[in-house]
């Protein structure tokens, strides 16, 4: 598996590499979606240019966008494709920071983006059985 350069922070800024943090975890109902919109609407307030990446094919974080009522402070887009790793750079060439929404289920997809991501959040449940 090829893992992402890694990049400084300044280098980042200057070839506007936006940093790519997925949240996954295979359970499902763990509150990645739930995170993934608060990450992504806390960075948005603090004028970063905010992706969120529905990578899970329910689009829990599509239906939010969707429905969701006011300013719309970051854009979201559904790409639950094992191919996130190699469209993101040019999706995303533009933004600070990219969350991906992961599935509930350990497949390509998921692999694909822990492959597009330099940062990797995994939620639990406090029971004995989900960690
Ligand atoms: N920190 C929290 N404390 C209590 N309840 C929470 C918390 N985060 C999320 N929830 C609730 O847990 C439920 C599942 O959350 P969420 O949809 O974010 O999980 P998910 O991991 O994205 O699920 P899925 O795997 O089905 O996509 C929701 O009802 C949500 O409101
Ligand atoms: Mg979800």
Known sequence: MRSRKIVSTTERRIRKVPKVIAILNQKGGVG???LAVHIATALARKKRSVL???ANPQGSALDWAA????????????LPKSSIHKELPAVAANFDVVLIDGPPRVYDV???AIMASDLVLVPVQPSPYDV
């Open 67 to 78: 429905a969701r009522h006011g300013e719309k402070l970051f854009p979201v887009i559904g």
């Open 32 to 34: 990645k979606t739930t």
């Open 110 to 112: 998921a692999r694909s």
């Open 52 to 54: 969120l990446l529905d």
